[in-house]
Structure formats: C-alpha cells, structure tokens
C-alpha cells in the first residue's frame, strides 16, 4: 500500500496530552488521523458539530476561567439548590 504523508504543527503540550489520550485507547496519533479522515470522507464533513457558541456560552466560558469569581457550595443541597434540581 502507498503511503502519503501529512505534516502538521501542533503546540507540544497539546500533543503530548492527545498522544496520551490515545495511548490508553490504544491507538497511535497515525491511527487517530486516518479515523478521522475516513470519517470526514465518509460523513462528506467534518464528524462532529462545528458551532459558533451563543452569548450565555461564551460568558460561561470566560467566568470558568476566573475561578475566583465562581460560587462555592459546602454541600450538595446547597449546590442543588443554587442549580434549582
């Protein structure tokens, strides 16, 4: 079988976490690649959502990334509750 190669620049820290990743499922980031191609073939796109997050997404997101701004529970009744479960 003929092989073609791609060449891709990745920050190392990203790669080393996905090569971890597949490592415990048991695949290699070759395998991964070629997975993810024949599905992009076979699903004529890409094989998962791609979408634009709304407001209330992106304002999660951007508190989630100051953690001192989030609220703190001292029991599960309490977070259920501030939830309304």
């Not at 791609?50 to 009744?77: H, K, R, Y």
Request: a negative charge.
């Amino acid at each position: 079988m003929k092989t073609a190669v791609i060449t891709t620049r990745i920050e190392p820290e990203v790669k080393q976490e996905a090569e971890a990743i597949l490592a415990q499922l048991g695949l290699t980031m070759s395998q991964a690649m070629t997975l993810y191609i024949k599905q992009l073939i076979l699903r004529r796109g890409l094989p998962f959502s791609v979408d634009i997050p709304n407001q209330e997404t992106v304002e999660a997101v951007q508190e989630s990334l100051e953690p001192e701004n989030l609220p703190g529970f001292d029991n599960l009744d309490d977070l259920f509750e501030d939830l309304e479960i």
